[in-house]
């Protein structure tokens, strides 16, 4: 996943809208472009959190500016689980089955 329709619509924010502009939390003078990358290469990572600068130009200049964080969470396996077995299918008598006291503890 390159993140395609991310960052097509983190360009429409910023470039055809002009309503916000997006950095890396971590370090703000980075270009959000280089998080993308590094999140796109890193399936360790779970997740990605953007800050959001809201208003352009004249809206920048309020004494507090507005600011937000955008976070990316997206449905994907760490490397290290690809090599793991895949469990049996549930029996239905288990998902019927009484929990026993055994089965709370974990």
């Known amino acids: ?62 004494a507090e500016p507005l600011q937000g964080t955008l976070w990316i969470i997206k449905n994907r396996m760490p490397e290290e689980f690809g090599r793991q077995p895949v469990a049996p299918l549930l029996r239905e008598a288990e998902l019927r089955s009484t929990p026993t006291s055994s089965d709370d503890d974990s």
């Open 1 to 62: 996943d390159d993140l395609a329709v991310l960052r097509t619509a983190l360009e429409d924010v910023t470039q055809r809208h002009k309503l916000a502009s997006f950095f890396d939390p971590r370090d703000p003078r980075k270009d959000v472009h280089e998080l993308l990358d590094e999140y796109r290469a890193d399936k360790n990572m779970p997740y990605m959190k953007i800050g959001i600068l809201y208003g352009w130009n004249e809206q920048n200049k309020l």
